[in-house]
């Protein structure tokens, strides 16, 4: 069974707002259970599997807080969205190897999500740019 376009936009309005919220959990469950999870550029690499996913986003939580993402354009295939947002929060850790300080700190952020035919996300692909986390986090 194919999702519709209104389809793959709840789940991954679901997904982001647990995101939003920190909560792991809930996150896990938007994701399938041999979940592909890519962040582009980073030293973990692709990680495969729930439980890695689960490590990726507690480290996440503890580096950036009250994120929220604001699409500004979504691109529609079969089984997959293009998702070219914002992201808006805090840096409350070190993100990036970088000290946050609890400063405000916004970028772009795009994602290619797969959807498996029950609905669950197989493989999240995002890119960041990690060049404006830098020069807001470095002045």
């Known amino acids: 069974m194919k999702l519709t376009r ?3 936009d709840r789940r991954i309005d679901e997904h982001f707002r647990f995101e939003a919220n920190d909560d ?5 469950r938007t994701l ?3 979940v592909e ?3 582009v550029g980073s030293p973990l ?3 495969h599997g729930r439980e890695a996913a689960r490590q990726f986003y507690l480290g996440l939580f503890a580096d950036l807080s009250e994120g929220r993402v604001e699409s500004q354009r979504r691109l529609y295939g079969e089984d997959f969205v293009i998702d070219d947002s914002i992201w808006q ?4 850790g070190r993100p990036f190897g970088i000290e946050g300080n609890g400063r405000p ?3 772009r ?4 999500i797969e959807f498996a035919d029950n609905g669950e996300i197989r493989r999240e692909n995002a890119w960041i740019d990690v060049a404006s986390i830098q020069r807001q986090l470095q002045q």
């Open 24 to 28: 792991v959990d809930g996150v896990l």
């Open 109 to 112: 952020l795009l994602h290619v």
């Open 37 to 39: 999870h890519d962040v």
């Open 105 to 107: 700190l916004a970028f």
């Open 45 to 47: 690499g692709p990680i």
């Open 89 to 92: 929060g805090r840096a409350i």
């Open 32 to 34: 399938a259970e041999d």
């Open 6 to 8: 209104e389809e793959m």
